[in-house]
């Protein structure tokens, strides 16, 4: 408990750092982390989603171990919000493939691309094999939260009679493929509430009863879990998801597939193409040096080695699930066919 609530601590220290110079602006630029120079080349990691959020925090840890392990390069997270990423994707696919920046290229943001560039679902104004993929630095369980009021019995029953409303990413996100799937196959109705910059404030609109449920990962509700104002309900894996802990002890919770496959789920629907690969990885423009990505995917291993950094993965409960390189390419390319065939259920 100790290590995560200090790791916790030194990440949000670094999310009010940084809102406290550029203001916190959504939708736009909201500026550098106040990241401890240590005389190397500047290179930014540019985050496509709002400070505080999973993926905010995560890349701002890796540019702090990665600046303490080697002092070449120094790594600082730029937040670039808008469209639930598209927005620093597209200024990322159109930089010049020279230009030394990171980018958090999320699963999520591949499935819209390529469900935008199939079928139309939405305008997608960048190409994502402009990206390629380091290696994985985020591998997330989608867990569905609700208030402690509600449980999942009652959720699948007012889909089915009402709909329910959800947050937890924009439309087509990976978060609404994976929950709106499911829902689907029940027969009931989903309606994703957008326009949340992140998973705190996702997590926030259920709090406010502004919908039903919310699809997020393990840090963004793990205090409020503890605490008792937020349950976890339903795991998007084939396994029982362990480690959180509530106030009457610890919670096992159940899955969409598998022996741990929630009892309240129909049991003759097989659930498992609403499991989908969650969070993402670090990648370079695809015209980049061989010899810095090459670098890239070396250092990312050594943060990887490091306690700070996976110790820090382990305590927030997300999972250390690593591929590099041309795997780490061929293992986005798979989700996002497996995102395809849960689009099809959806529609």
């Known amino acids: 408990m100790k290590k995560r609530l200090a790791a916790l601590f030194l990440a949000a220290a670094l999310v009010i750092s940084t809102l406290a110079g550029c203001g916190g602006a959504k939708g736009g630029n909201e500026g550098s982390a106040e990241a401890p120079a240590n005389g190397g080349e500047t290179v930014k990691i540019i985050c496509g989603y709002?400070?505080?959020?999973?993926?905010?925090?995560?890349?701002?840890?890796?540019?702090?171990?990665?600046?303490?392990?080697?002092?070449?390069?120094?790594?600082?997270?730029?937040?670039?919000?808008?469209?639930?990423?598209?927005?620093?994707?597209?200024?990322?696919?159109?930089?010049?493939?020279?230009?030394?920046?990171?980018?958090?290229?999320?699963?999520?943001?591949?499935?819209?691309?390529?469900?935008?560039?199939?079928?139309?679902?939405?305008?997608?104004?960048?190409?994502?094999?402009?990206?390629?993929?380091?290696?994985?630095?985020?591998?997330?369980?989608w867990i569905l939260y609700t208030t402690p009021d509600q449980t999942l019995a009652g959720i699948l029953e007012k889909a089915k009679t009402e709909g329910i409303k959800m947050s937890g990413g924009n439309p087509l996100s990976d978060c609404h493929l994976e929950l709106g799937s499911l829902i689907a196959l029940e027969g009931g109705k989903l309606t994703v509430v957008s326009g949340y910059e992140g998973g705190a404030e996702q997590k926030q609109g259920l709090i406010n009863g502004e919908v039903d449920v919310f699809v997020g990962t393990t840090q963004a509700a793990q205090d409020e879990v503890e605490a008792g104002t937020l349950?976890?309900?339903?795991?998007?894996?084939?396994?029982?998801?362990?480690?959180?802990?509530?106030?009457?002890?610890?919670?096992?919770?159940?899955?969409?597939?598998?022996?741990?496959?929630?009892?309240?789920?129909?049991?003759?629907?097989?659930?498992?193409?609403?499991?989908?690969?969650?969070?993402?990885?670090?990648?370079?423009?695809a015209g980049a040096d061989d010899a810095f990505y090459n670098e890239m995917i070396d250092?990312?291993?050594?943060?990887?080695?490091?306690?700070?950094?996976?110790?820090?993965?382990?305590?927030?409960?997300?999972?250390?699930?690593?591929v590099y390189g041309d795997e780490a390419q061929a293992f986005m390319d798979d989700a996002c066919t497996k995102a395809l065939t849960a689009y099809e259920n959806l529609k």
């Open 50 to 141: 709002g400070a505080g959020g999973t993926a905010d925090l995560l890349a701002r840890k890796y540019a702090e171990v990665a600046n303490h392990i080697q002092d070449k390069y120094n790594f600082v997270v730029e937040n670039m919000t808008g469209g639930d990423g598209f927005a620093a994707a597209t200024f990322f696919a159109d930089e010049d493939a020279n230009t030394k920046d990171l980018l958090v290229f999320g699963y999520g943001l591949c499935y819209r691309h390529d469900l935008g560039k199939t079928y139309q679902t939405e305008e997608v104004d960048f190409d994502r094999k402009a990206m390629k993929p380091v290696g994985t630095i985020d591998d997330r369980t």
């Open 231 to 285: 349950i976890p309900i339903l795991a998007f894996n084939d396994k029982a998801f362990e480690g959180f802990k509530t106030p009457n002890g610890d919670l096992s919770v159940p899955t969409v597939t598998g022996e741990a496959k929630a009892p309240e789920l129909s049991a003759d629907i097989d659930f498992s193409s609403c499991i989908l690969p969650a969070g993402g990885t670090l990648a370079v423009h």
């Open 299 to 322: 250092l990312m291993k050594k943060v990887w080695a490091e306690e700070d950094y996976a110790g820090w993965i382990e305590s927030i409960l997300l999972n250390n699930f690593q």
